[in-house]
């Protein structure tokens, strides 16, 4: 539990701006005033990337990058992904597997050492395709008390490794058998890029950076490798509800804490990156078609979000209210941030959402829902 004395820390944001393209969606004014709304009723900052094929691109955002100094928000600044980079490394995954390097039904323990199967419970029976589908059971290990303590209570203070991180999961009880359910579980991203690691011989991020951010353009998509990381130039400050008594406090010393996470977690990258690798990825412009197809072999998904029911190879399939509407991509939760990412293949949109206001606790998660459903129903019309 974090410390009522803990001390508030301004962290001073950048002014950064790039090339983009400019706004000609014909419906960018009703975006902005959708977003405009929900920053007077409750979010601090938001930032929103729109690609349409019929009616065009848009880019824009709403209220504070940083409330203390009254800095806004912009389409430029760096947004951090929380479990955006699930869907990351999913397609890391299936590159290797194109490479011929990974194969998907084979248990882990074909990749990893003996000495973290044997310590993990059914570390010598869960499959690649289990770890990628949230179907391996395994047990949380970001909800083990020593690490929540050890995080909230000493910002600045931990580091852990990849292999520190696993032994939070050393002889905890499975929560199911592997393949019995399927259930969100950062374990399993975890593992993903640990055993990356062990088949490259090397970092999985930099393995991130040569084969996704550098052919595709995203020259604004910062993961564990680039210089100064996790300090990017540009990066809004985090607000949170801590206390539930609907008074914000700054909590970007304790957000940065959670760029110990890997695989799962720890992406940082400016909205209209986030949104042209979606665009990429399920035009099957990253990977080939034939691994897209396979990310898309949705099953039920036993999910305490009830808009997404089915879950691919690392993707979710989002659905709204009305179950008229679907998307296939990720979103992010966290404290003091949140984003959705989502592509739209019956009209081929793509649309990319971040706040930097805190969406596990208080009325921010339900408050940026809203948004994001009203921002989807602007778009589909």
């Known amino acids: 539990m974090l410390s009522s004395c803990h001390k508030e820390v301004i962290v001073p944001v950048e002014d950064i701006s790039f ?113 990628l589908t949230h179907s391996s059971g395994l047990y949380e290990y970001s909800s083990n008390p020593q ?65 996704m951010f550098d052919p595709n353009g995203l020259t604004h998509t910062y993961y564990k490798v680039q210089n100064g990381y996790p300090n990017i130039p540009g990066t809004p400050n985090c607000y949170s509800d801590w206390y539930g008594n609907g008074k914000y406090i700054n909590i970007s010393d304790i957000q940065n804490k959670w760029d110990v996470m890997v695989g799962d977690d720890g992406m940082y990258a400016s909205t209209y990156d986030y949104l042209q690798f979606a665009k ?32 691919g190879l690392s993707l979710l399939h989002w659905q709204n209210k009305t179950k008229d509407i679907w998307g296939m991509g990720h979103g992010g939760n966290s404290q003091g941030t949140g984003g959705y990412l989502f592509y739209f293949p019956d009209r081929g949109i793509t649309i990319a959402l971040f706040t930097n206001t805190d969406t596990e606790r208080g009325e921010g998660g339900k408050i940026f829902k809203e948004l994001w459903e009203e921002i989807v129903a602007v778009a589909m019309k």
């Open 280 to 311: 990429l990825l399920c035009e099957g412009q990253i990977v080939k078609q034939s691994s897209l197809d396979m990310m898309k072999d949705w099953i039920e998904f036993d999910d305490d979000d009830e808009d997404v029911s089915k879950v």
């Open 147 to 211: 690490y929540y303590f050890d995080i909230m209570n000493n910002p600045g203070e931990i580091d852990y490794t990849p292999l520190e991180l696993i032994e939070f999961m050393y002889g905890k009880p499975a929560d199911f058998k592997p393949g019995e359910y399927t259930y969100y579980c950062d374990s399993n991203f975890l593992l993903l890029a640990v055993i990356i690691d062990y088949i490259i011989n090397g970092n999985h991020a930099q393995y991130f950076k040569e084969k």
């Open 19 to 131: 090339d983009m393209p400019i706004n000609t969606h014909t419906n960018g004014i009703e975006f902005q005033n959708v977003l405009d709304k929900y920053t007077k009723n409750g979010l601090v900052g938001v930032s929103l990337a729109i690609d349409d094929p019929v009616y065009g691109f848009w880019a824009g955002a709403s209220g504070m990058a940083c409330l203390e100094t009254g800095q806004p928000m912009t389409k430029y600044h760096i947004q951090r992904g929380g479990s955006i980079p699930k869907m990351y490394t999913g397609t890391a995954i299936m590159l290797l597997y194109e490479e011929g390097l990974i194969d998907l039904d084979a248990k882990m323990n074909t990749y990893l050492p003996k000495s973290i199967c044997d310590n993990i419970t059914n570390g010598n029976e869960i499959t690649i395709r289990q770890l």
